[in-house]
């Protein structure tokens, strides 16, 4: 019953159609921030307009720092000419203890910049590992959905929205993975509203934690996610001794032994294997919703 853009062919409503009878995010009880609003929270003075590396706890992110289940995407230029005046981070090169070049910083009270970003029952919202997105929707773009992982202490302004659960780690990594799939993208754009809010993003299905094939997902999301050392403690808490057998379905270059400590061998760093990790991810996840190969690949096709 939910408006819709109407589907081209009948792999897409049959997709559909499967993805309605699914369980939802929303039984994963996540808590949502929208952050600071750009305008008047800037007006207020919480936050200044000024260039420069930033520590995690005085980051302040947009939408451009974030892809799919990619935190450090860009980075703003120092002429802040424009919303379009970033450059693409180099993965390959980037520094284990890199962070995030912004062009808003903290200002004012610190006590105040504290007090006054969301709070989840007892905690600030920056105290979490949490899933970030871009709220605009791009229903014609390469990717409607884009979402990562950000670390203790980011803050962000209300073009990106977040969430994570505050019971569960497992709940969380779960949520990114459904989050990076080409489905739940299909499933966003399908909607055709430009933005994803707190409600568009807990109507997404959600995967059984019991499934086989969850490991294998979250071992995927967490190298594509991990990319510093600031991911360090969820790296630990999530790591699985299944993790050392799950082997890549498709090539990987210089492929390391992976261990329960973070290393700068964890994140998948090189263009192909992220890609091809994502794609393992896309497939895993239409296996395990039992949408069929055929098509997933038709969808991707016709819709992307």
Known sequence: STPMVSTVNSAASRTLATLAIQPRISALNLQFSTGWNETTDFQKGLFSKQWGPASWKNAILQGSHLYVSTPLYKQPNRTMANQRDWTS?????????????????????????????????????????????????????????????????????????????????????????????????????????????????????????????????????????????AYADLWAECWHESFVTDAPILERYDEHPMGPVWTAYTPLRRAEDRRNAQAEIDVMVAIMLGVPIEDLCTIYRTQF
């Open 89 to 229: 981070t180099d993965l390959e090169a980037l520094p284990t203890s890199a962070q995030p070049v912004t062009q808003y910083k903290p200002a004012g009270d610190r006590a105040t910049y504290d007090r006054l970003y969301t709070h989840w029952g007892n905690s600030s919202a920056r105290d979490h590992y949490r899933i970030a997105w871009r709220n605009m929707a791009p229903i014609t773009g390469e990717r409607t959905l884009a979402a990562a992982l950000i670390p203790p202490g980011a803050a962000h302004v209300h073009t990106v929205a977040s969430a994570a659960p505050l019971d569960s780690i497992r709940s969380l990594i779960i949520a990114q993975a459904v989050a990076s799939s080409l489905l739940a993208d299909f499933m966003t754009r399908s909607s055709g509203r430009g933005h994803i809010h707190a409600h568009d993003f807990n109507g997404l299905f959600t995967l059984a934690p019991e499934h086989e094939l969850t490991s294998n997902v979250a071992h995927r999301t967490l190298r594509l996610n991990c990319l510093t050392e």
